[in-house]
């Protein structure tokens, strides 16, 4: 089922900048769940406003409440292992943010409710950042745009139909791969480095056709 999102204009860098500036200080003040209650920060958005690609993790853990910054605890380091062997910039190719904005307590799976509550921030920053591809990063990201049941290991590495004009690939999360060490052929850690190189192609693509 292709989701729909709200266009918005904004051509430049710096209206992109602006308008996720506006929204995150929205959200910095946000109670529209429970979990403000227990947050240090809300997690808004790391990297560029005008990468190409946008990468939706799933909440922020502890470190990443603690510093306001997705993705920089030992799931965030692996990851940017991973970015780096592909050869894409995490600063410069990526904009990447979670599903939820704060810490659900003891990092349990967001809630369907939270996920309703924080859904205008995540549509606002895709509408705004307007990637041609987006990473569905772990089961909770990509469980929020795709309605049937699925196993990760069973739709990652695709392109999915999901957005118009948006290349959308499901990814395992890193957190996954923390628990799963090999590097053999067919392992979570080699499907992982060639959905990467898939995705590194596709970024050459849409750069080269500019
Ligand atoms: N896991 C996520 O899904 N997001 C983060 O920001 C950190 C860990």
Request: glycine share 6%; with cysteine; net charge neutral.
């Amino acid at each position: 089922m292709e989701h729909l999102l709200t266009k918005i204009s904004c051509s430049t860098t710096e209206e992109k900048e602006k308008a996720l500036k506006e929204l995150q200080n929205v959200c910095t003040q946000c109670k529209a769940c429970e979990l403000y209650k227990t947050r240090t920060s809300t997690v808004f958005s790391d990297g560029s406003a005008s990468a190409r690609i946008m990468l939706i993790g799933e909440a922020p853990g502890a470190d990443e409440d603690a510093t306001g910054t997705p993705f920089v605890g030992r799931a965030g380091q692996l990851l940017n292992t991973f970015l780096e062997e592909a050869g894409i910039d995490r600063k410069k190719d990526l904009y990447i943010c979670n599903t939820i904005k704060c810490r659900p307590p003891q990092n349990r799976v967001p809630t369907n409710e939270e996920k309703a509550a924080c859904q205008a921030y995540l549509m606002g920053q895709i509408s705004i950042v307007n990637p041609k591809i987006i990473l569905l990063c772990g089961s909770t990201a990509a469980n929020s745009f795709i309605d049937q049941d699925f196993k990760i290991s069973q739709i990652r590495g695709k392109w999915l139909n999901i957005f118009e004009n948006i290349e959308v690939m499901a990814i395992f999360h890193p957190s996954y791969l923390l628990r799963n060490h090999s590097l053999e052929q067919g392992s979570p850690r080699w499907l992982m480095k060639k959905d990467l190189e898939n995705i590194k192609n596709k970024l050459d693509e849409i750069k080269s056709n500019i």
